[in-house]
């Protein structure tokens, strides 16, 4: 059975950080591209990160400088670094593959990211 299982989340205060975790099982991790999404309420999900099974990474404009993305093959893992959050991040975090418009693996249950002060 594959899970996605995200977990990481909180309250902070613009300005700080958070690491996100997103640990897959079900699948053999190694074989897939990856990203981070994220959705407020009433909006379409947006991707935030991804990275190619070969370590090379991308960002939308609004978070590159701030973020990060990483995987750990071995932890069937993946991370997303967080630093200078501001408000607008406030959204649910979720981890999936690097697809679209239909994503195969089933999405987790994400993780609150509220930036407020």
């Known amino acids: 059975q594959v899970q996605l299982v995200e977990s990481g989340g909180g309250l902070v205060q613009p300005g700080g950080s958070l690491r996100l975790s997103c640990v897959t099982s079900?699948?053999?991790?190694?074989?897939?591209?990856m990203g981070w999404y994220r959705q407020t309420p009433g909006k379409r999900r947006e991707r935030v990160a991804t990275?190619?099974?070969?370590?090379?990474?991308d960002y939308t404009d609004s978070v590159k400088g701030r973020f990060i993305i990483s995987r750990d093959n071995a932890k069937s893992t993946l991370y997303l670094q967080m630093s200078s959050l501001k408000p607008e991040d406030t959204a649910a975090y979720y981890c999936?593959?690097?697809?679209?418009?239909?994503?195969?693996?089933?999405w987790g249950r994400g993780t609150q990211v509220t930036v407020s002060s």
């Open positions: 990275i190619t099974r070969g370590g090379r990474t």
């Open positions: 079900g699948i053999d991790f190694r074989d897939y591209g």
């Open positions: 999936n593959e690097d697809a679209g418009p239909t994503w195969p693996l089933p």
